[in-house]
């Protein structure tokens, strides 16, 4: 019988839904050739509009969970998948997942190496959860048992080493990428389509402070722009209600969520990002990819990382709806500004954001860690 020489991936996760976290995943999926990997997704609970983005050649798998008591019946259904499938690398997204995998490896006579992806600011994290102290602690005693922690973002690896400082675990900036080839080439300037379109995109929650664009778009002279929303979430009704007390109903659109938002993106003049804080900003960087700068508030702790101020966008020093305005308006209103800083923003999308680039990462990881097997733990 042949036997497959390919290196064996498992990403573990606990959800397929709308989210940074989720769509990093199936991009990974996508971007590691299958003639040198043989992989696996293992879902808590195999659901979610991305469920659809999972390769064909990828094997996936539902642990089933129903209820937060399934855990420990959850660590021994991985145990089991661990045993069939025997990875060499778990890639681990989210802290709920990187618990589960690690305390399946330790049922299990196949040692598997563990990265870790954080997605989400440690400082930010398990707010409004039961038992949060409880899970911060146990999250900390994770992060000193995996082999490998890698992040979108310097600033989550800087939380992260704080509490790491008797250890020898790697951690690597890794950041998010977007899947270049699936983005339309940017309309040039003068193909633009009629019409001033402002774009804000992600999920509807309350820290990502999509009013603040509303209220903003309420301060500019009246007609000069529209406000496009991309995505949905509890916020949905809320934000309809404020547009509407604002006087803006026809001025703003809300177009739910798109599995591929670049055909609308591609028609705005800028994109907005008025997040209280953000671990990286997947929004970004598609905005980016389209040729749309971003006008961000400069918050940890990827509008910091990513935009730079009057390159590739616009860093907004007051969180206030004023001086949200104030930027926007600056880029209705010079059409060279925003096409110069248009096209840096699609060439560092190209070269610094690409799936290729985010692979190329992960395959230097891989290599590290089979360099230097017992690197963490030394």
């Not at 900390?140 to 992260?160: F, W, Y």
């Not at 985010?358 to 590290?368: G, K, N, P, Q, V």
């Amino acid at each position: 019988m042949k036997t497959d020489a390919r290196t064996r991936v498992l990403v573990v996760i606990p959800t397929l839904e709308i989210g940074g976290a989720e769509r990093q995943m199936t991009l990974l999926m996508k971007g590691l050739n299958q003639n040198s990997y043989s992989l696996g997704i293992v879902c808590c609970q195999l659901r979610g509009e991305l469920v659809n983005e999972i390769p064909p050649h990828v094997r996936h798998y539902d642990l089933g969970k129903r209820s937060r008591w399934d855990f420990p019946f959850l660590v021994l259904r991985l145990r089991t998948i661990l045993d069939e499938f025997r990875p060499e690398f778990i890639i681990a997204s989210l802290e709920y997942a990187q618990m589960l995998a690690w305390l399946s490896t330790q049922l299990t006579g196949h040692r598997a190496k563990i990265i870790a992806r954080k997605e989400i600011m440690p400082s930010e994290s398990r707010w409004g959860e039961s038992f949060s102290k409880i899970k911060r602690v146990l999250d900390r005693l994770v992060n000193r048992k995996v082999d490998m922690i890698v992040a979108p973002s310097s600033g989550i690896l800087d939380e992260v080493s704080q509490h790491l400082t008797s250890t020898k675990i790697p951690l690597v900036r890794i950041p998010n990428a977007v899947d270049i080839e699936r983005v339309p080439t940017p309309l040039k300037p003068s193909a633009a389509v009629s019409g001033k379109k402002i774009f804000v995109m992600g999920r509807f929650v309350e820290w990502k402070g999509f009013d603040m664009s509303l209220q903003a778009l309420s301060r500019l002279p009246r007609g000069l722009a529209e406000l496009h929303l991309i995505g949905d979430g509890p916020e949905r009704r809320r934000l309809q209600d404020l547009a509407r007390d604002l006087g803006l109903a026809n001025l703003v659109r809300f177009h739910g969520y798109q599995p591929d938002p670049f055909p609308l993106l591609r028609e705005g003049w800028f994109g907005v990002l008025p997040s209280r804080f953000e671990p990286f900003g997947n929004v970004i960087v598609e905005m980016f990819a389209v040729g749309l700068p971003v006008v961000a508030f400069d918050v940890n702790y990827g509008p910091k990382e990513i935009i730079r101020d009057g390159q590739n966008g616009i860093l907004v020093k007051n969180r206030n709806p004023i001086d949200l305005a104030q930027a926007m308006l600056r880029l209705l209103s010079d059409d060279e500004l925003r096409n110069r800083l248009g096209a840096q923003a699609r060439n560092e999308a190209v070269q610094r954001y690409s799936l290729k680039a985010a692979i190329r990462s992960y395959e230097e990881c891989f290599a590290l860690l089979r360099a230097v097997p017992q690197l963490a733990h030394a």
